[in-house]
């Protein structure tokens, strides 16, 4: 049949986020009051200094293709920002500016991966990264983060070394889990990578949403040989509240950005000129913005911890980044409500979507079971009101299941 699918259509799985998202659109088109927790973008507005930069481009006629890995001027200012903040020093032609940090992750991955090659990636994880690995031909391996804090496991990763080993792909401040990977574990990961002799793609988007004594650190700033095996990359989503923006970059060494770039030339060309041109105001324009909204993340989170915590049978652990709590609902499992039984974390967050109206992202999506992912990146006043509806939800299943 010449009208048949592509076969690496068989491989790629649609976004599980943006399913709950379609449900909940449905659901809030049908008049329901919804509080949604499941989306991972800040709810703030992109800084008015970086709009303006962006007018003046529009205004300047700046609308003209750019050169594919991006305009001189950003690139430079990418390079400042990785040397003063992340301690790696990387020439303007080691760094590709992508449309978000998911098409340098997407670049990357085609760039170093041959059918057959194994990614490590520690989970709980984000959802995109097996579907990326699987689309680039190679294979997913597992290992799993530390149990009970989310921390870096070293030792579950080096188990999960082969001679196929290709990468691996770390994330911190982390998404599920909220975890910011301490100096000392990436000081070991990295001797692993260079012992073993494997690429680390750091995905840093969460940088700068660090909590309490949490501090980041890049692994690309450990050694001479590290920098040659790390693709750093980052963006403008998180950090300036600029998701739509579309606009991100990729760090490392010149032979893996040539060929990021070369994949970019062929299938998009370069970023927008005008989201170049904003993101270079907000690297060199003021700062204020992102510590005013990293403060303000803070104070939910600790609010949410503690509310979490205080609702019989879940377990939250301590966040140190990003605007995610990850916890465990195992207690709940299995328990009977409304005559169905609630066999796994999506039914648990199915229920609390049908019941409690709010919408939260299972476990199993971050390839953890058991758990659920709730964004704090929604007004204090949401959050409140959100969790005296989880509150009385689960109160329900208690009482019915008998906890
Ligand atoms: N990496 C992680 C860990 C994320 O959570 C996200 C977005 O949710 C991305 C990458 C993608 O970010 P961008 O908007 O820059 O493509």
Redesign the pocket.
């Known amino acids: 049949m010449a009208t048949t699918l592509a076969e690496r259509m068989n491989i790629l799985q649609g976004s599980a ?1 943006a399913a709950v998202m379609a449900r909940v659109t449905e659901m809030k088109r049908q008049g329901a009051d919804i509080i949604g927790l499941n989306v ?2 800040p709810d703030f507005a992109t800084p008015d200094h970086i709009k303006a930069a962006a007018e003046k481009a529009i205004e300047d006629n700046y609308t003209k293709y750019t050169p594919a890995a991006g305009i001189m001027e950003l690139r430079e200012a990418i390079a400042d920002k990785l040397k003063n903040e992340n301690n790696i020093e990387y020439s303007a032609g080691e760094i590709a500016v ?8 997407f670049s990357a991955l085609m760039a170093i991966v041959s059918p057959g090659d194994e990614v490590i990636i520690p989970t709980p994880c ?1 959802v ?1 990264y097996p579907e990326m690995v699987r689309f680039a031909g190679g294979t997913p391996v597992y290992a799993l983060l530390d149990q009970e804090k989310y921390s870096l496991d070293v030792k579950e990763i080096e188990k999960a070394v082969t001679p196929r080993t290709k990468a691996v792909i770390i ?1 911190s401040p ?2 599920p889990t909220g975890t910011v990977f301490d100096e000392k574990s990436l000081r070991a990961l990295a001797e692993l990578a260079v012992k073993y002799d494997f690429f680390v793609i750091a ?1 840093e ?2 940088e700068k949403l660090v909590y309490g004594d949490a501090k980041h650190f890049s692994i690309g700033s450990v050694s001479p040989e590290m920098r040659e095996r790390t693709i750093t ?6 950090t300036y509240a600029m ?1 739509g923006w ?3 970059y990729a760090a490392a060494r010149e032979d893996v950005i040539k060929s990021i770039v070369k994949i970019m030339s062929q299938v998009t060309s370069a970023v927008n000129s005008v989201s170049q041109k904003a993101a270079v105001e907000a690297l060199r324009g003021p700062q204020d913005n992102v510590a005013v909204m990293a403060a303000e993340f803070e104070k939910r989170m600790k609010y949410t911890v503690e509310r979490l915590n205080a609702m019989p049978g879940i377990t939250c652990p301590e966040i140190q980044g ?1 605007f995610y709590t990850f916890f465990d609902v195992t207690p709940y499992i299995g328990k009977e409500v409304d005559g169905r039984v609630l066999e796994n974390d999506s039914d648990v967050c199915r229920y609390l979507l049908d019941e409690g109206k709010i919408a939260l992202m299972p476990g199993s999506d971050y390839m953890q079971k058991n758990r659920l992912r709730m964004s704090y990146a929604t007004s204090m006043e949401n959050i409140k009101e959100a969790m005296d509806r989880m509150e009385k939800a689960l109160s329900r299943i208690r009482d019915i299941g008998k906890m």
Not at 98 to 105: D, E, F, I, R, V
Not at 233 to 238: L, T
């Open positions: 986020s991972g973008e992508s449309s978000g940090a998911k098409q340098a992750l984000y995109s994330c982390n998404n995905d988007v969460y990359v980052n963006s403008f989503s998180k998701t579309r606009i991100g990003a």
